[in-house]
């Protein structure tokens, strides 16, 4: 039997002739659904119903727009909240609340803010503690803004998935795994979770070995020199930018900005140029450029650099690997450029965020380093990473020991640099050996 509609003095047409030629603020009301009235407002018509609290208090609540609401849907509305016996407005207003508390406990659970609180402070008691913040960090980077909560088996088969067409090895990833796990378990120890939402949940079985190979190859393809036409590109792609930016400023000063520093007169007006050339001249990964500091890493004075790389804190000061090199001619004017630049300061990161002065976003380098690509006519897929490949083939090429290039590069053994670089090494032995004969020859002949 079909639902008898309810009846209501207000027609469609009364309520657009009431809307024509009322003023603003005026009320036509139902007198057929007691306290129902359309108001009408600067931008149309709004149903409204005027009722009474249980503590007698008269209070009007807002039913819906008109003409989106029609007058048979909210003599409806209004009548439900009557016969219910609904204090509408309490009822809204508790609704709200616990939609702001759930929405500040969601914010409360997610991984970045669970990670730099409480599990920060908990492992700052740890020996190894910074290194395993450091873990979590730079392999849950997609997963940070999520809530711990609504984590799912398919986040980590598509983290894991992800990690492993990147080249990530599956022991690497059951230590990032597990690590996460007992941040989770810690979580509900500390009252964040309630349960783990991983608990039942484990890694896929690793690739097998003809598609880890596959990847292996397609990963180790990038770890070449750079061309003498690349190189080119890659110092006019930063000329190119340099100039961009000086002649933006240049415009901003001249149309209303006078204010704004005058960038023709420094050695670089974007911290990305020197950050890209000691990428470059020293190996550093965009990581360690990005928390590199003054004076106690990188001494521009003495032209020396010290740095303990991101990647292997993790292992303990005794254990982790540690960057020690004199600065190349090239990057020591670099360095003291863009030191003087900054006011030859004491202390502080030597890149620090233009806006905020803190350490920058690990990938705040992209944006620029598209720029730079398009400029100078770089491939577009050339990664940042690709100028600490050139340095670290450059130097196997040159026929320096591995265990010299492995220090450098900041490895503690020579087994990643034989792996992924050593195919560079037999044309250097046979520069080498005919470099050799040549000289025996010569001391023969004299």
Known sequence: MAKAKLDTSISDSAANTFLKDSADRATLWCEKVTGLHLLKTKTGGSWRYRYTDPRGKRKTATVGRYPAMKPQQAAEKAMGWRNDDVDVLAEKAEKKALAISQEQRAAHRTLKAYL??????????????DGTLAILRSNFENLLDRDMASLTRADIHTWQADKEKK????????????????????????????????????????????RARELRERRESTRRL???????????????????IRQGRRNSRKHGKPHLPDLDNVAFPHWFIPFAKLSLFTGMRPGDLYSLQWQSELNPTFGRLTKTPEKTKHHGEDKAARVEMDLPPQAMAVVKSWWEQNGKPDSGLVFPSPVTGKRMDKNAHDK??????????????????????????????????LFAVAKLAGHKSVAMIESHYGHLCPDAAKDILREFGASVEQREAV
């Open 226 to 244: 750079l061309t003498k036409d690349e190189l080119a590109a890659f110092h006019n792609g930063l000329d190119a930018f340099s100039e961009e």
């Open 368 to 401: 620029p380093w598209r720029r730079v690509k398009r400029l100078g006519g770089l491939p577009d897929d050339l990664t940042l990473y690709a100028l600490r490949h050139h340095f670290i083939s450059s130097l196997v090429a040159a026929g320096v020991p």
């Open 167 to 210: 080249g990530r090895a599956h022991a690497t990833l059951k230590r990032a795994y597990g690590a996460l796990r007992t941040l989770l378990k810690q979580a509900i120890v500390d009252g964040v979770l309630d349960e783990n939402p991983l608990q039942h949940v484990s890694l896929e079985k690793p690739l097998d070995s003809e």
């Open 116 to 129: 730099d609180g409480p599990y920060t402070r908990y492992q700052s008691r740890r020996s190894a503690g």
